[in-house]
């Protein structure tokens, strides 16, 4: 079972970070978003105080199915779901396999195309590099990517605080899970429900996602892949209106 935290009252929001994150993430926005909803916030595996599997292999679909376990352990009968990054991808395929009723959708910051040949050979290339150097080196070569070049220091080392909670396995297993993840253009597409795609201007870890559907709604923020640390009044603000 993940580890994981309910607090709030009102509709149930499930909260799933991204790659390099935890709980902890959603700092800035999991108290005010408490005061109007029942928010469920998740470890995924191998991030923050949640375990890997034994055999360490993951899809987006495994993921989702072990968030689905909280809820139904919560006996929730069905939720809002919010994912970062990563847990978009986990979001979309909860989505199309149907494994649970989502009244509605936003994904933040995250992406609804497949990983490209060159994405690939990037992620397997930092699989190895993780399992050379560890979690500590990996995180910090890469973690100021996440966010625009003129975020703040405290949220910089935030960040970094975040993802060095994760484990070399939890880490491999995601990028891994990442590499086999399906495309979900079409899924987006045509999708019915209502969802929130929540983009950032300085955003350089995914591309926009496009789309014509009426039921998709975008809001951009002037931030970078972690608009809810560098920016979370304008993040807040675009999910409370949108639930």
């Known amino acids: 079972m993940l580890n994981y935290k ?22 800035k926005i999991i108290v005010p978003l408490t005061q109007k909803f029942d928010v469920i916030a998740i470890d995924l595996p191998g ?19 072990d968030v689905v376990e909280v809820l139904m352990k919560e006996n929730v009968q069905s939720a809002f779901w ?59 070569g890469i973690i100021d990517k996440f966010l625009a070049p003129d975020a703040k220091t405290e949220d910089i080392l935030f960040a970094k605080e975040v993802a060095y909670e994760a484990t070399s396995d939890g880490l491999i297993a995601a990028l891994g899970a990442m590499t086999t993840r399906t495309d979900q253009r079409k899924l987006v597409a045509n999708i019915e429900g209502p969802m929130l795609i929540i983009e950032g201007e300085q955003d350089l870890v995914v591309k926009p996602i496009e789309t014509y559907n ?23 603000q675009a999910i409370v209106a949108f639930l």
């Open 82 to 140: 919010l994912g970062h990054s990563m847990g978009g991808y986990i979001t979309l395929a909860a989505l199309e396999k149907k494994l649970f009723p989502i009244d509605k959708a936003i994904l933040l910051y995250s992406s609804d195309a497949a990983d490209t040949p060159e994405a690939i050979e990037k992620r397997t290339k930092q699989q190895q590099e993780i399992q050379e150097s560890g979690v500590g080196s990996f995180v910090d």
């Open 47 to 65: 991030h923050g105080q949640s375990e890997v599997g034994e055999d360490k292999v993951y899809t987006m679909q495994r993921y989702a199915e």
């Open 214 to 236: 009426r039921h998709v709604q975008k809001v951009k923020t002037n931030t970078g892949h972690l608009g809810m640390l560098e920016d979370s009044k304008a993040v807040l």
């Open 6 to 27: 309910r607090e709030g009252s009102g509709k149930v929001l499930v909260l799933i970070h991204g790659f390099l994150g935890g709980i902890a993430i959603f700092d």
